[in-house]
C-alpha cells in the first residue's frame, strides 16, 4: 500500500472534507436500484472533489462499501414543540385597570 496519493486539481487528497466518497454501482446495482428500490451494495466508491468533480481514486474496501451501503439515517426533525419565548412580556389588555385613581 505504497501507492502515491492523487490529488486533484485543487489539491485535494481524498482525505480531504471535500472529497466525497461517492458509490459506484455494477449495471447489476442499478437494476436493483431501479427496478426493486433496493440500495445495493456499491461496487466500488469513488473518492471525488466536490469542488471540481474530478476523482483521486477508488477503494473497494468493505468497510467503506458497508458505510456506504447502510441506509441512510433520516434528519432527526426536532423534537421538542417550537419554544416559546421563557419570558415573553405580558401583553394582554387590563380590562379592570381604570384610567382614574
Ligand atoms: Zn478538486
Do not use: N
Request: glycine share 4%; net charge positive; hydrophobic share 30%.
Amino acid at each position: 500500500m505504497a501507492r502515491p496519493l492523487r490529488t486533484c486539481r485543487c489539491g485535494h487528497t481524498k482525505e480531504h472534507e471535500l472529497v466525497a466518497e461517492e458509490p459506484e454501482y455494477t449495471l447489476w446495482g442499478w437494476i436493483l436500484l431501479s427496478m426493486f428500490g433496493i440500495t445495493p451494495k456499491p461496487d466500488h466508491v469513488v473518492y471525488r472533489c466536490q469542488m471540481c468533480r474530478q476523482s483521486v481514486g477508488s477503494t473497494r474496501d468493505p468497510k467503506v462499501l458497508a458505510r456506504k451501503s447502510a441506509p441512510k439515517r433520516p434528519p432527526a426533525p426536532e423534537a421538542a414543540a417550537p419554544a416559546s419565548p421563557p419570558d415573553a412580556p405580558a401583553s394582554s389588555p387590563h380590562p379592570e385597570e381604570s384610567p382614574r385613581t
